[in-house]
């Protein structure tokens, strides 16, 4: 099989991709193959990103690489079909089905499964705003952003549609297996996304490896205000 994890945000992917990315020689010896595919840069230059996000970068793009990364995808599926393998791009979560199911046309349509972690749309909002002001990016408070999400939510419905979502993606990959995995950390493996998703393929973490490290750490929503007021002041 090969998993193509496409997110939602603030799901815990970075923690995942990272784990990944990092433990990806323990994880060969299991039988797991984080594809290289798809995240290398055009130029070739520099270390591998944690996740397939030049995926979409090269979408955006008008897909200038797109048979190049078809080839490249096909063929390292083809050389590692004897594994489990995993892509994984947060980005495609708003990225359109119809726009990177072709990219994996070259894999046996029955081989692939689409994955994405559903959280609810106030907690995401939430981690949302979070991250943003952390970042220095939220110079206007929270409450004119809770009201611009509101208007955006008004506006187009279908887009916190888990359903919709799972509409397209049958739609663009009609015989692969669709699986949406609910994200809520009371009910999660081990109350982590990584054991969650080691669940989700069927398959175990290497033992020796840390699950439990967090890539951004949650904090209150004054103390990401307060860093993002730093964030601001020292550029």
Known sequence: MIYLHIGMPKTGTTALQNFLRTSSSALADTGLHYMEAGRRRADGKGNLPISHNPIVFDIAQGSPNRSAMQ????????????????????????AKPEDYAPLLSGIPPEDICVTFFCRRYDGFFEADYKQRAKNGKITQGTTAFVQQRLADIHAEPQRINFTGLVSSLRTAFPKARIAPRLYDRSTLMNGNVIDEFFDLIGAKAPIGLDTQAQSNPSLSRAGSDAFGVLTRLIG
């Open 71 to 94: 080839a490249d995808l096909a063929a390292e599926y083809e050389a590692n079909k004897d594994k489990v393998c995993l892509v994984s791009s947060e980005m495609l979560y708003t």
